[in-house]
């Protein structure tokens, strides 16, 4: 089993290598807001509602991130518990990405 949370750079590196699926567990708006190219948006708020979106991801590497990290983590532990034992989340969240791999997303 991989460890519960993943680097902004290393999560960066599997998604250039299009070895990852990024899920953003925050909500339409904050979205909205700032984004990481590639995320697939899953709100927090229609967690475990979503699982059946989560079968076409069934076999693949899965990061999820939020704001800070908090979310994320909630929602990796729910995965674990459901059929997804190497999912991870994102340290720090769409914050600590704007701070270490892409300046031009917005903090908020």
Known sequence: MDALEISPAKT?????????????????????????????????????????RLDEFEGQRIVVHCHHGMRSLQVVHWMRQNGFPDAQSMQGGIAAWSQEIDPSIPQY
């Not at 299009?18 to 927090?44: H, M, N, W, Y």
């Open 12 to 52: 960066k590196q599997l998604l250039d290598q299009s070895e990852i699926v990024l899920i953003d567990c925050r909500e339409q708006e904050e979205f909205e807001l700032a984004k990481i190219e590639g995320a697939v948006l899953l709100p927090t708020s229609q967690w475990p509602e979503v699982h059946i």
